[in-house]
């Protein structure tokens, strides 16, 4: 077997590679209507896609880890990636980016899977730390990846950000191959074909409402057909998850009490975390006279950047505070984290090395956040659901960031001034912002406190006797 830090590094690697996705276009969302010859509604399923694609491929290809070899899916998750961004690269128009763009979606199951991985392969010592780095890389990818996006745009053409991402995708499939170890431990049984095709249908209901609400109309025909269809949807299928041998997702594991907590204290930090991701930019982009601070697209990313290191450097911190004093800690902490650097946006936000101390303080949240949920899911299921269980974990993240891109979104649209014949948010929208921001990190860190300590009986590592 390869060096187990190898392992570990190719693993982290390819978390960034999932997570630099969700801002691969972010430089270009602006200008996509006029490259795309598109209208802005059309443009807007270039993000949406990826969206809905990481949310329903995430926990289906948990499943499929666990019962044909996690290392396998993950490669077919990359390969997807590499396929996808070729063909948003030649297309001349919309819909090959956005077919493009949905199948790059796909590769958002690879962080679950990789956690999943570290559990098999690696000495129980080494695995919170492992775990700590690769969750990190959620948030780190996304804070280091925007101003690469935003240098390959001012540079070069935007087919560019598609043909760096196909490279890096190819680069990170062949490591995987080399390095990572085949998965051994397999679950039995037949796939769930109808429990994937109802978690399909009624999750992309639900985030089509979600993203789609502000600009269809939150009251509008179609945003409740999607909403309450997609909740019906969900509510069917977890009656015929209960009931069926061989489900995609026991939810009988997914609905003990540490499981459960750990992934609605994800919706939190999830929605705390794009909360910043949506806020900082455009406050730090919005010119002076208006109220912010002027910055370019490239300085504003460099000032979102140091939350991603941040969560890169803390990350051999949490596993050793987790072995030390358990992984709730360590979420404590990261909701802690959240709620000050939201009381400091609320209070201080004057100066750009204001928010710069602010966005530090997201990332310690996040980093220690995020180590924590793989590692108390992991803790509480049978290790033949890791792969599951950390996709189900992964989607309720998703959840959270959806509907702060949608909630935030809101806020901002609607308490706006005009600046130069365009809409600019008042100081009373980022206010009410970070108030959001702050109430999802109490959220966070009220559910942390109720999560039981110590191991759940059911959870037992590879290395350990029986």
């Not at 492992?130 to 001012?154: D, K, R």
């Not at 037949?190 to 978690?199: K, N, P, T």
Request: hydrophobic fraction near 55%; charge should be neutral.
């Amino acid at each position: 077997m390869p060096p187990q830090g190898a392992i570990v590094a190719v693993l982290a690697v390819a978390g960034l590679c999932s997570s630099f996705m969700f801002t691969l276009v972010v430089p270009i969302q602006a200008q996509l209507p006029e490259l795309l010859n598109a209208s802005r509604e059309d443009t807007a399923w270039v993000v949406t896609a990826t969206l809905l694609a990481a949310a329903v491929i995430t926990p289906i290809a948990g499943r499929l880890g666990d019962m044909y070899g996690k290392r396998r899916i993950v490669l077919v998750l990359l390969a997807v990636l590499v396929v996808g961004s070729v063909i948003s690269a030649v297309s001349p128009g919309i819909v090959g980016v956005i077919v493009g763009r949905t199948l790059q979606g796909a590769v958002s199951g690879v962080i679950p899977l990789g956690i999943s991985i570290l559990r098999d392969v690696l000495h129980e010592r080494r695995v919170d730390t492992a775990i700590a780095l690769i969750s990190a890389t959620m948030g780190v990818g996304g804070a280091l990846g925007l101003p690469i996006s935003a240098l390959i745009t001012e540079h070069s053409d935007w087919h560019m950000l598609f043909w760096t991402s196909a490279a890096l995708g190819a680069i990170v499939f062949a490591l995987v191959l080399w390095i990572v170890p085949v998965s051994v431990l397999r679950t039995g049984g037949r796939f769930d074909y109808v429990g994937a095709a109802g978690l399909s249908l009624g999750l992309v209901g639900v985030l089509l409402a979600i993203s789609r609400g502000a600009e269809w109309g939150w009251g509008s025909p179609a945003v409740l057909a999607c909403g309450l269809g997609g909740i019906l949807v969900l509510l069917l299928w977890g009656w015929y998850e209960l009931r069926t041998p061989a489900p995609l997702l026991d939810l009988r594991i997914a609905a003990r009490r540490p499981v459960l907590l750990t992934n609605l204290a994800s919706v939190a930090m999830g929605f705390a975390l794009f909360s910043s991701n949506v806020v900082y930019p455009q406050l730090l982009e919005v010119p002076a006279a208006a109220g912010g601070f002027g910055l370019t697209l490239l300085g504003a990313s460099l000032i979102i950047m140091p939350s991603g290191l941040v969560m890169m450097v803390i990350s051999p911190f949490s596993g050793r505070l987790a072995r030390l004093f358990g992984p709730k800690l360590l979420l404590l902490l990261g909701a802690g984290a959240l709620i000050v650097a939201y009381g400091c946006a609320l209070l201080f936000s004057a100066e750009v090395w204001q928010i710069l101390v602010a966005n530090i303080l997201i990332g310690v949240g996040i980093g220690f956040g995020f180590a924590a949920m793989p590692m108390l899911i992991m803790r509480s299921v049978p290790q033949t659901e890791t792969g599951a269980s950390n996709g189900l974990n992964t989607l309720f993240r998703s959840l959270g960031t959806s509907t702060a891109a949608a909630v935030i979104g809101v806020v901002l649209a609607t308490n706006s001034t005009d600046f130069e014949g365009m809409p600019v948010p008042t100081s009373a929208a980022w206010q009410l912002s970070f108030v959001l921001g702050g109430v999802a990190a109490v959220t966070a860190f009220v559910l942390a406190l109720l999560i039981p300590r110590g191991r759940d009986p059911h959870e037992r590592h590879p290395s350990l006797p029986e």
